[in-house]
Structures are given as C-alpha cells and as structure tokens.
C-alpha cells in the first residue's frame, strides 16, 4: 500500500503534467504560420520573420482587421 | 458580350459565396478575385478587396515563382485562406482554428461552380450545362 504523502505527490505531479501540456497545446495553437501549397503538390512553411513570411502576415493581419 | 460575361460571373461568384457563408459558420469575409480585381465581395468594407489583393500578391511573391495551388496564413486575430482554381482565386477570412482541408475543399468547389456558371451561363442555379 502507497505511503499517504506519495499519493499525494502523484496526485500533484499528474495535476503539473496536465497543465504542462494543456499550455504545450495552446503555445502549439497560438502559434503563426504561413503555409503556400504549390501546383505540383509540394507544401512549403515559410519561415516567420523571413521578408516573403513577413509580408504574407502582415497583409493577412490587415486583411483580417477589415472583418 | 463582355460585360454580360461579367454579370454572369459575378452573379455566381455572388451565390457561390452566399452557399461558402452558410457552408462555414466560421467565415468571417471572402471574395472572388479574376486577374486581380475584385468579382465579387462579402465584406462590407471598401478597403478589403485592395487588402485582399495585398495579400494575393504577397503570397505570389512569396512562393519563389512556382505557381500556387492554394495557402494558409494563421495569425492571433483569426485565419487567412487563398484558394485557385479554375482561373479564379478565393480568399476567405475565417475565425481561429477552423479545419483547414474542409475549408479548402469548400472553397476550390465554391471557385469550380462559378467558373462553370462563367463558361456556362445555364449552370448559373447549379444546374449542369447538358440539362
């Protein structure tokens, strides 16, 4: 049988893992990306903070700020 | 001629993205675009179809001169699609976190049944040009 104070301490350890990843899931969700899809099928991550990538963004935000 | 080319394109751009806003309840403003100018508009405000177009070019500059097929832009304030297809290009705004592929195929047969109804004014109320 488990000492009181471990299941405690696994209960804590399993709630901290939970939120680790809850905030790994919303950082994944928040993240900006800008995606081309080409012709011939391949697709291509423009890097952020590149000049096309920034460009493509920016329009984008002002585009969406229009509504 | 021309100018009821025109009238029919933009009739069926019109319906194509009335049916796109029932299709994505997520959609916040699209419009159909033929060698950069603006066919037709959901968005109200005068200075989205030159932001849109802003953004068409941004990306064709962007994709090192191949041709581009379609492309996805997230930011925080929501989401950015591009679709081409059929001589047309589409560029939608959408809230966050909506299903890209869905979205996409939505808005590649949205672009399809306006270029039929251009090239085939009897398919303008979905009707198939043989019936």
Same mark, same amino acid.
């Given at each position: ?15 901290? !893992? ?26 291509? !991550? ?11 963004? !920016? ?9 | ?30 419009? /159909?675009?033929?060698?950069?100018? &603006? ?9 989205? &179809?030159?932001?849109? /177009? ?18 996805? /832009? ?53 009707? &198939?040009?043989?019936?």
């Amino acid at each position: 049988m488990l000492k009181p104070h471990r299941v405690v301490l696994d209960k804590v350890s399993s709630y901290t !893992d939970e939120a680790a990843a809850f905030m790994r899931r919303r950082r994944h969700h928040r993240r900006e990306f800008v995606r081309i899809r080409f012709r011939t099928g391949a697709e291509a !991550d423009l890097p952020l903070g590149g000049p096309e990538a920034d460009r493509i963004a !920016d329009a984008a935000r002002r585009l969406i700020e229009f509504g | 001629m021309a100018d009821a080319a025109e009238t029919t394109l933009r009739r069926a751009a019109e319906r194509v993205l009335d049916n796109l806003a029932e299709l994505e309840p997520e959609l916040v403003s699209a419009g /159909i675009f033929k060698d950069r100018r &603006p066919v037709a508009v959901t968005s109200g405000s005068d200075g989205w &179809p030159d932001a849109a /177009i802003e953004v068409l070019e941004a990306v064709e500059a962007g994709s090192g001169g191949e041709a581009v097929d379609s492309a996805h /832009i997230a930011a925080s304030g929501g989401e950015v699609f591009v679709v081409r297809d059929s001589g047309l290009e589409l560029v939608a705004v959408t809230g966050r976190f909506v299903l890209a592929s869905l979205t996409g195929y939505d808005m590649r047969m949205a672009l399809r049944d306006a270029a039929r109804a251009e090239s085939s004014p009897s398919a303008e109320n979905g009707e &198939p040009a043989s019936a």
